[in-house]
């Protein structure tokens, strides 16, 4: 099995994808986020400039899904542990949770170990992503203590159940579990001085003003005035910086770094989605954030998905 691939020669750094395959596992929540970073670029007009690169880890060579589909990984769980520090972003599907969750297997030891690899190292903005019921092997390991969560909707109450389990066993604060599209914690770091004047996201009250306003209106706002404001005319203007330079400077910048530190789990960003096919809204979130919005919603295009948005905690995503 092959090491993390690097990129083609003279690109600009990859974000580095991990994604773990396990037996049952739902083949789309491995192959919706897969297909949204092999499709993002930083130049889109240029291939050379692919923003991701995507690596599987797995117990055996070959994994099957539930669906019968067979999965080849790149690197054992015994490689991906030593590998985890070069890791940006660390993907973890659902399905056949179970068997998992009852013999204490991978992922679970490599999901702790990310989260451990972000404490020691708050230098470097790394990512835990969960897709469906994904989330279930982040509450068994400990890392949803005192952040919000989802999974699929018809398993919000057994992962409840299980978060209050996991409260009681490691005497932590418990997970707010939620029904989104997808959740983030810990957004971004490098997003301007002012905390309250991000952009990207909005609270509960701001965005039900802004749609009160926007249904008052007496001609709809142009084109030039909703990219100004956001999708949906309501974004609050800022200079603060988004994507891949942002997600660069926060690696290297103190300020960054000291805020991390400050964080739970070091600053690690945790983010679960909901059913299956939420894990490419989540993907593009990532792209949104590690590379641009533009850069997420050509790969939106291309794919010929609408991108539902979801929740950053505590507030919308827009």
């Not at 297909?35 to 923003?51: Q, Y």
Request: proline letters at 4%; a neutral charge; aromatic letters at 6%.
């Amino acid at each position: 099995m092959s090491a993390i691939y690097e990129g083609p020669e003279g690109s600009a750094e990859p974000v580095k994808v991990l994604i773990t395959l396990h037996e049952g596992m739902d083949a789309m929540d491995v192959v919706g986020p897969l297909e949204v970073f092999s499709w993002a670029r930083h130049d889109k007009k240029n291939p050379e400039t692919k923003a991701f690169t995507v690596s599987f880890a797995a117990a055996e060579e070959h994994t099957v899904s539930a669906q019968g589909a067979s999965f080849r990984a790149h690197m054992t769980f015994d490689e991906a542990m030593k590998r985890l520090p070069e890791v940006d972003l660390l993907v973890i599907p659902g399905g056949g949770t179970e068997k998992i969750l009852k013999s204490k297997a991978q992922p679970l030891a490599l999901i702790k170990k990310f989260a451990e690899v972000q404490l020691k190292d708050p230098g470097r903005e790394r990512t835990l992503m969960s897709v469906c019921t994904g989330s279930f092997f982040l509450a068994e390991a400990g890392v949803l203590s005192g952040l919000s969560a989802t999974t699929h909707p018809d398993f919000i109450t057994k992962l409840e159940i299980l978060c209050s389990n996991v409260t009681l066993r490691d005497m932590a604060d418990r997970c707010d579990v939620v029904e989104q599209r997808y959740v983030v914690n810990n957004l971004r770091f490098d997003l301007g001085e002012n905390e309250d004047e991000n952009p990207y996201i909005m609270t509960r009250k701001e965005l039900k003003e802004a749609k009160r306003r926007k249904s008052s209106l007496v001609s709809p706002p142009s084109p030039i005035e909703e990219r100004s404001n956001g999708t949906d005319g309501a974004r609050r203007p800022s200079g603060a910086r988004k994507g891949s330079m942002s997600w660069k400077a926060s690696n290297t910048r103190r300020e960054s770094v000291l805020k991390r530190s400050n964080l739970r789990l070091g600053g690690l960003r945790v983010l679960s989605t909901s059913g299956v096919t939420s894990g490419i809204d989540g993907a593009l979130y990532m792209v949104g954030a590690m590379v641009s919005d533009d850069a997420a919603e050509e790969v939106a295009r291309v794919m010929c998905h609408k991108w539902i948005k979801g929740m950053v905690v505590d507030g919308t995503d827009v």
